[in-house]
């Protein structure tokens, strides 16, 4: 039998820890308060998780450790390893620097880390059938190297159709990669992936190397690429919003007519396109691909182009920040003479 001074002992201890709990709790949502002050990318986005930990400090600590903390400084370094900050001056070596714009978006060329690169050719696709007809030409005319990137990589028609052609450059001697997102293309079975690699072709997804358990892994649940970029012989490239599925063609009667837009350019913006596929592929699979440009280099337009890749891995929202800062710092040229692409 508990008498009543058994029981109380018992409650006193259970608000003990009660207690300890709680002021764990508020100490953890404290700290993540602090780190998100010092590590804040968007005012909004700050300002919505300051709230939460404030007024709701359980579960909101603990979402923000999966979704907010953000652990991805070696990505960064890996960035650095591959030369981001050489950029400028490989393309100040090979002679293609537009210096007129990168004086009128300073902003912008200070983002990306690439300057304005003159003498492309820019084509506006401007939904799913012009896209992938321009991108299966490009794949099909490849003739020494294929970069393939997309968020989003169905099995089905569409994406056994870019299956099929990427098989047939493999077979005929082309170098082909394909980088994938785990999380964005969960349905995709390993027989897709398997058909390709046994034609020599080297698939990978994004974070297969960064496992889910690590013990940092949590944080890295939000950290997915959304790139879509196709790169050819390193002379064309494709960059914009589809992704490899049939409802990006309006053939899914559950989303109907789609509307997205790519780029094909052609030029020496595609190598600033194939540079952000060599950061994240060695992210991917820790291969160190060739950096060195090509001798010569083809200019087939007259569009002044920069490359801009963002990301979760940035330390501030940069693409926003050059969006905002357009009226001020945008070119005084019609806007068709200057394209700003985001890969």
Known sequence: ????????????ADLHLV?????????LAFVCAVREIFNSRTSQGSIAWLISLALL?????????????????????????????????????????DRETDAQWPVQVQVSE??????????????????????????????????VQFYIIRDDNLGQQLADRLIAKAR???????????????????????????AGIKV???????????????????????????????????????????EYLGENPKFGRWRDTHVRVSGPAAL????????DWEWATGERLPATPPKDIDTPGDQSVLVMGSGPADKLEGMCDCLC????SGPKAPLDRQPLFRA
């Open 272 to 279: 600033g396109c194939a540079l952000l596929f060599r950061e």
């Open 1 to 12: 039998m508990f008498g009543i001074d058994d029981i109380l002992r018992a409650i006193v």
């Open 57 to 97: 400090p359980f579960p909101t600590a603990f979402l923000y450790m999966i979704f907010g903390w953000k652990f991805f400084d070696d990505y960064a370094t890996d960035r650095i390893k591959n030369g981001r900050a050489d950029r400028p001056l490989r393309a100040k070596d090979l002679a293609l620097i």
């Open 204 to 246: 990978a997804g994004f974070n297969q190397r960064h496992k889910f358990l690590r013990v940092y892994g949590p944080t890295r649940i939000n950290y997915r690429n959304h790139r879509k970029i196709v790169v050819a012989d390193g002379k064309h490239a494709w960059v914009g919003g589809h992704n490899v599925g049939v």
């Open 325 to 328: 800062r357009f009226d001020r």
């Open 114 to 147: 690439l300057p304005f690169l003159r003498g492309n050719d820019v084509e506006l696709l401007i939904d799913g059938t012009a896209t992938f007809d321009s991108i299966f030409a490009g794949i099909d005319a490849a003739e020494h190297y294929l970069l």
């Open 172 to 198: 005929a001697g082309v170098e082909v990669r394909l980088l994938y997102d785990d999380i964005g293309s969960t349905g995709m079975p390993k027989r897709f992936r398997t058909q390709m690699r046994d």
């Open 19 to 27: 207690a300890a709990i709680m002021a764990a709790i508020y100490l």
